[in-house]
Structures are given as structure tokens and as C-alpha cells.
């Protein structure tokens, strides 16, 4: 069921006028295995697997019942998918150099937007055909005989490089202002402003901001139609005023931790051993932009994940626990730095003690009012820790300074 937002959100009038779109494009939209779609070879021709020379690999055999069971798994919506195990085909693949975007700058990129859409490429990788000369290194047993894979295979080296491209080049004009890729997830993105919500002169219930977003997803809906692609009409979001993308929601307010985020911190269980407070940690990094002083915060809990011999949990790691689950736990939203002339003053608040240094990048509002736009932290060395205080200071602001450079540069801003 395509997703129209919540119920008061959109108009009838504009509610149809997006069931025009999709009726208009309905051929980049499916919504069974029958209505997938393939990459088109004018946009990119099927995919060979680069490889070095090495000798031919051929697996043992094993029994039936053993080598069945490990090779699918069961899907969230309760399907099963193949497993291929693809670790000798990865060690002989010449790596792609190509990566997925920075997640921070993906989602930062949503923030402050009238309203949003998010389409799932249905198939994902099965849209993309393989060369027939590189189907022979996907060869696997199956109690029918043997069988080769004829589309990208999931798990593969460069699977996830070779798709961030094609989708960044069939969708390349309206990257960055009208939408965001992220492997096979694209979000559209509407204006940076609702316009009070001032309707059209020639069409008084349609508003001006969902006018121009139904003209864009228009547009991007022609590219997946014209490359031969298709999106999950049941995972569609048409139109919709937050969007959960990547563990964030963003909105025309900001950005937030997603609810299922804050949940999986909420319930995760007191760390007890160095493998756990090592996942806890690695989960509390996805949200570590939101968190005040984080590296310090955090810094008995860091401690447990070194390889000591004289590891030990103790009463500072179980309240560093407690509270990095409290302080996600709260209400926190983050501004969109706003680049434009005669945008708000930009301030950058940075204080050091002989653990970590922490900061908070500030921009002035409408009103004058400094809104949080990211926090950052960054935990010192051991040969830190023995500097003076001053010196501490300084360290901080160049560490600090160092790690935000992509989003000041160009800028001016003060220091508080």
C-alpha cells in the first residue's frame, strides 16, 4: 500500500493529483515479482566481475541436509532469500574503490524540508544483470544440479560500489537539491520552505511546496521508468512531512533519532563482557552526533574494548551506561546549517578536559536564537592526556576543527 502520509496531512485534491502522477509513471512502479524491472544495457551493460589470475576454486561436498539449511535466510517479511557463500570469489575481485555517501552528510542533506518520499529499488541487485563470462565464478551445488547467478550477487566485493554508481548516474540530475542515494534506498527530497502554506492562483487547494515536490517526483519517477528500474509500490512513501532514513527522521524542523534507534539503545542489556560493550558502543556511534561530549561520556565503556589484561568493569562503566541511554532517550533535534547569505551567525563552542574535548556547532534562528546543529567529541591519546591544560585547549579546537572541516569550510564563525 503506497503511503500518503498521515491522515489531515494532504488535501483530496492533492492526494489525486499524486494518483495522477503515479498512473502517469506507473510502469516505474511494481508491486509483485511479475512487474520487476531490469537495468536497461543503454544505461549500464551487464556487470564483469574484475578478477586476478588465480587457479579455479571447487568446493567440497557436503552432506545434503548441512549444506541446504545454512544457504537461505528468512526475510523481515517472513520469505526466504539464498545465501551464496561468495569468500573465495571476494579474495580473487580487484576492489572497487567506490563508496556508499557519509551517512551524517546523507541525512543532514534531508534535514529542513517541507516533505519528503522514499522509494526502495524492488530487487535491489537483481535488477542488474551479469556479464555472461563472469557467471562461471558464481557457480554453486544445488540438489538439481549446478547453477550459476545472472544478476549482481548480493555479498559480492563491489556490489555495493557498482550500484551507488549506476543509481548516482540515472538519477545524477537531481542529486543533492531533489534527492539522496543511498545503495538502493532514494529519498526525494521537497522545498526548504512550505510558503505558509499558500496555495496556487489557478488551483486554490493545491499548495505551492506540494506542487513543486509532485513536479519533482514526477521527474525522478520518469529516470527509474526510462532506465528500466522499478521501486516497491508496498514500500513506497509518496508524500509524507518526516522521514525515518538511515536510524534518523528528518523533517522541516530537523533531524531526530529514530524511535526504533532510541528502543534497540533503551533495551539493550547491561553490558557485562567486551564484546558486548563493544556492540553497545558501535550502536551509540549511529546517534553520537546527538549526544553532548559523547567521547567522554563514553570514555569508561571505550576502556573495556582495549585488548588489557587488566580489564575490568567497574562503577563508572555501568553509570557511562546509564546515561548514554538517558540522554538518547530525550528529545533532541538538530538544526539544518543553513548556508545561504544573510543566514544566522554561525558559533562553535568547544571545551576540553584531560579525558576528550567537546563541541557544539550553533546557528543563530529567525528569532536570534542559537539552535544545536551537530555535536562533536573527540577522546585524547594517552601522550595527550600528559599536556596542560592550555595546551588541552588548543588541542581540542584543532582536533575539533579538523573533523568538522567538510561542513565549515568556506565559512566564518566565532568560538564560544
Not at 307 to 336: N, Q
Not at 353 to 358: F, K, L, P, Q, T
Request: aromatic share 8%; glycine share 8%; proline share 5%.
Amino acid at each position: 500500500m503506497i503511503n500518503f502520509g498521515p491522515s489531515g496531512w494532504l488535501s483530496e485534491e492533492e492526494i489525486n493529483l499524486l494518483k495522477n502522477v503515479i498512473l502517469l509513471r506507473q510502469k516505474a512502479i511494481a508491486f509483485c515479482e511479475e512487474e520487476r524491472g531490469v537495468l536497461k544495457h543503454s544505461y549500464g551493460k551487464p556487470y564483469k566481475i574484475p578478477v586476478i589470475p588465480h587457479e579455479p576454486w571447487q568446493k567440497k561436498p557436503i552432506p545434503i541436509p548441512k549444506s541446504i539449511l545454512p544457504q537461505f535466510i528468512e526475510l523481515p517479511n517472513g520469505k526466504l532469500r539464498i545465501f551464496h557463500d561468495l569468500q573465495d570469489l571476494n579474495k580473487v575481485t580487484i576492489k572497487d574503490a567506490g563508496l556508499p555517501p557519509n551517512v551524517d552528510e546523507f541525512v543532514g542533506s534531508f534535514s529542513g524540508r517541507a516533505c519528503y518520499g522514499l522509494g526502495d529499488i524492488m530487487g535491489g541487485y537483481d535488477e542488474r544483470e551479469l556479464d555472461i563470462t563472469t557467471r562461471p565464478l558464481t557457480t554453486f551445488e544445488t540438489p538439481l544440479g549446478r547453477l550459476q547467478l545472472t544478476r549482481l550477487p548480493q555479498g559480492a566485493k563491489n556490489s555495493v560500489a557498482v550500484y551507488q554508481a549506476q543509481m548516482t548516474w540515472i538519477l545524477q540530475e537531481e542529486i543533492l537539491e531533489h534527492l539522496g542515494i543511498f545503495i538502493d534506498d532514494g529519498g526525494s527530497k521537497g522545498p526548504r520552505s512550505t510558503y505558509q502554506h499558500k496555495t496556487l492562483k489557478e488551483n486554490q487547494p493545491i499548495r505551492r511546496f506540494f506542487c513543486e515536490y509532485a513536479l519533482t517526483l514526477e521527474r525522478i519517477l520518469f529516470r527509474i521508468e526510462e532506465a528500466g528500474l522499478t521501486i516497491s509500490g508496498s514500500k513506497f512513501a509518496c508524500c509524507v512531512p518526516a522521514l525515518d532514513i538511515v536510524g534518523k527522521v528528518v523533517s522541516l524542523g530537523g533531524r531526530n533519532i529514530s524511535k526504533q534507534k532510541i528502543n534497540k539503545i533503551q533495551n539493550w542489556p547491561r553490558t557485562e563482557t567486551k564484546k558486548e560493550a563493544r556492540g553497545f558502543l558501535g550502536l551509540c556511534t549511529y546517534v553520537r552526533m546527538f549526544v553532548k561530549d559523547f567521547s567522554q561520556v563514553a570514555a569508561p565503556l571505550k576502556s573495556l574494548t582495549r585488548e588489557d589484561p587488566l580489564w575490568k568493569l567497574d562503577e563508572k562503566c555501568g553509570e557511562a551506561f546509564i546515561k548514554l541511554r538517558k540522554i538518547v532517550g530525550e528529545e533532541i533535534t538538530l538544526k539544518t546549517l543553513n548556508y545561504d547569505k544573510g543566514s544566522g551567525k554561525i558559533q562553535l563552542a568547544i571545551e576540553s578536559s584531560y579525558i576528550a574535548a567537546g563541541a557544539v556547532l550553533m546557528q543563530e534562528d529567525e528569532n536570534r536564537k542559537d539552535r544545536q546543529v551537530i555535536c562533536e567529541s573527540v577522546k585524547f591519546s594517552r601522550l595527550e592526556y600528559k599536556y596542560s591544560q592550555p595546551k588541552l585547549e588548543l588541542c581540542g579546537v584543532a582536533r575539533i576543527l579538523k573533523k568538522l572541516k567538510t561542513i565549515l569550510w568556506g565559512k566564518n564563525l566565532s568560538f564560544k
